[in-house]
């Protein structure tokens, strides 16, 4: 059976069962993460997850995004949000991210577990709200919900007393200097990031599933890396962030996002993604600097806000 059969076949099993329809739209959630709306993309990103969460010493944080991608889509499912958008996984994907970020930042718990579930919903009713703001405007809503409830969280815990921050781990200065021998695998890890992870295996497998339904935004993403490395490396960053993929996994998702929307793929199409990339980097390195004081992570922020003003731009450009 070639892989057109086996893409007729499952079509038609969604389209037949409930079940079957379910599991692509949970699929599709973790594809949305990085735009692929492909349940392949997904299944190869859960598997990712799983290694990721290993590695990581976490083997739960897998299981919190599944619940979380689950809960999610259940409720968007019951309130009988847009149809179209619940198929192609738009409502799972920043619960998915919840999910995972909530298991990672904060220590495992009853009442963790109790807030993954309660921020997973929280997420589907402001993907809502955000996607009929943005509409006028032709924007997507990104992953500004999953930023706006983790950092909901992780400000709230200092007045919670039963939900505790993982104590946050300081960057070691052991890294003097860049080991060009280490870009690929550098660049690897940034993929990986885009989950939270530090773990190149996951990277390479998060890559792999890009390149199931895009080799173009494999391309995109790695090369992505490659440059906001650059970028950093040229400003003088810190070499543990760098290294750890941290200034990278904001450049990823730009470029993916803009090459994703882009009507055109020409040479200035190319370039304008280029700029995008140097901007995130740069917006990363202040927001960072902005919510020091806070001890919250920028997360995906740099992305979303840098997207939206390219994609406004580009709106301007593809009516010359």
């Not at 590695?55 to 889509?73: D, F």
């Not at 703001?133 to 997507?140: A, D, E, N, S």
């Not at 962030?241 to 055109?264: D, H, K, Q, R, V």
């Amino acid at each position: 059976m070639n892989t057109t059969s086996v893409r007729q076949y499952w079509h038609q099993l969604t389209s037949t069962n409930h079940l079957c329809q379910f599991i692509d739209v949970i699929l599709r959630s973790y594809g949305q993460v990085m735009l692929q709306n492909n349940p392949v993309s997904g299944l190869i990103f859960s598997i990712g997850i799983l290694f990721g969460s290993y590695s990581a010493g976490k083997p739960q944080t897998a299981l919190a995004c599944l619940l979380a991608v689950v809960c999610a889509n259940a409720i968007a499912y019951m309130y009988q949000l847009n149809r179209k958008a619940w198929l192609q996984g738009i409502y799972g994907f920043n619960a998915c991210l919840i999910g995972i970020a909530l298991s990672v930042f904060c220590e495992n718990s009853l009442y963790l577990w109790l807030s993954i579930i309660l921020a997973a919903i929280l997420s589907v009713f402001i993907t809502q709200a955000f996607s009929s703001i943005l509409q006028q405007w032709y924007l997507p809503c990104l992953t500004i919900p999953f930023v706006l409830i983790t950092w909901l969280y992780l400000l709230a815990t200092p007045s919670f007393s039963v939900l505790i921050r993982e104590p946050s781990t300081e960057l070691s200065a052991q890294i003097s200097s860049f080991n060009l021998l280490h870009l690929i695998p550098d660049s690897i890890l940034g993929i990986a990031e885009v989950f939270l992870f530090n773990s190149t295996l996951a990277g390479v497998i998060f890559l792999a599933g890009l390149a199931v339904n895009s080799i173009r935004m494999a391309i995109y993403a790695l090369a992505s890396s490659l440059l906001a490395i650059g970028i950093a490396l040229l400003y003088g960053s810190q070499i543990e962030m760098i290294s750890l993929g941290l200034y990278s996994f904001n450049a990823i998702l730009t470029a993916i996002t803009l090459a994703t929307f882009s009507n055109n793929q020409d040479f200035k199409t190319i370039i304008y993604i280029v700029f995008g990339i140097i901007f995130t980097v740069l917006t990363q390195a202040a927001l960072a600097t902005i919510l020091k004081p806070f001890a919250i992570p920028v997360l995906t922020l740099p992305f979303v806000l840098v997207s939206w003003l390219w994609l406004l731009t580009n709106q301007t450009l593809s009516q010359r």
